[in-house]
């Protein structure tokens, strides 16, 4: 069945509600590979509110990809799976480590790319605290293979970030477990495309895939502990496209430049050659 375009565009869900606790907040940050050294003071903020000096909970900025769980503007119902394209990010103040909050979500554009070229969907949402004050702006776009040439626009998509043309300022290796995806379904995302080896074949791939959102907050993680001295207040804004899955025990590459307060980066796997993340780009405050 086709597209409605009209119908697509109007879809919005808002005052959908949602909480999470401490526990959710460091099973993010340990399904990000925060906390691999349990004597890394600075990373174990992330991890362990158990501590004889007390101190608050730190949360990992992306934590607010997940928080509002597949908050959504409503049901698709398109003719292949959507597949993550991008997410984009932008911080109106530091999450608490525990919350209840609302998720407001609105279609903002869809483009059509063609027959058999797919379709691609942006969406919006707005997670605020209880008493109404933003926290964060989700930007998501979704790729759909087989949802192309239903006569839609194709033009008007946002440019991508533009990546400086020197050598990388910074190049870090941040290594994925094997059970990395295992650990991060649990927090909410539960495909077996992640987790059961024949469902992965079924999709195209010979064992199970990493979710783009792991990565996307592994990309997170290497900017905390680089340029960001492991402070999540001074995240402004996330955003990257996603170019092709990680396979959990792989080595993620991750290569940075920084421009004033402007860090663009880029995501590879060495092992096979292949750019996993691009036109990354983090601003810190």
Not at 85 to 99: K, Q
Not at 119 to 144: C, D, E, N, V
Request: with cysteine; glycine share 8%.
């Amino acid at each position: 069945m086709a597209i409605n375009y009209e119908q697509l565009m109007a879809m919005k869900k808002l005052g959908q509600k949602y909480s999470y606790s401490d526990r959710d907040v460091m099973l993010y940050a340990l399904a990000v590979g925060m906390g691999a050294d349990p004597m890394e003071e600075r990373e174990l903020a992330f991890v362990n509110e158990a501590t004889v000096t007390a101190r608050p909970l730190a949360v990992v900025p992306t934590f607010a990809s997940v928080a509002a769980g597949f908050a959504e503007p409503g049901k698709f119902n398109l003719n292949s799976i959507a597949l993550d394209g991008e997410r984009d990010i932008t911080f109106h103040s530091t999450l608490p480590p525990a919350a209840h909050i609302t998720a407001d979500s609105s279609v903002i554009a869809v483009y059509d790319k063609g027959k058999d070229k797919g379709t691609i969907i942006r969406f919006q949402t707005m997670l605020k605290a209880s008493h109404g004050a933003p926290l964060a702006t989700l930007m998501t776009s979704y790729f759909a293979r087989q949802d192309g040439g239903f006569g839609g626009p194709s033009h008007g998509q946002p440019k991508p970030h533009h990546m400086p043309s020197r050598a990388p300022d910074r190049i870090i290796n941040i290594r994925t477990r094997p059970d990395q995806g295992l650990i991060y379904r649990l927090c909410g995302d539960r495909h077996p495309l992640h987790s059961d080896p024949e469902s992965a074949k079924q999709f195209g791939f010979p064992k199970p895939i990493l979710h783009g959102l792991c990565t996307y907050g592994i990309t997170c993680r290497g900017i905390l502990q680089t340029y960001a001295d492991y402070d999540p207040n001074a995240f402004r804004r996330h955003a990257a496209r996603f170019s092709a899955p990680v396979y959990p025990g792989e080595t993620v590459t991750l290569e940075m430049w920084k421009d004033g307060n402007v860090i663009s980066f880029e995501a590879s796997v060495k092992e096979r050659g292949v750019t996993v993340v691009k036109n990354g780009m983090t601003m810190l405050g």
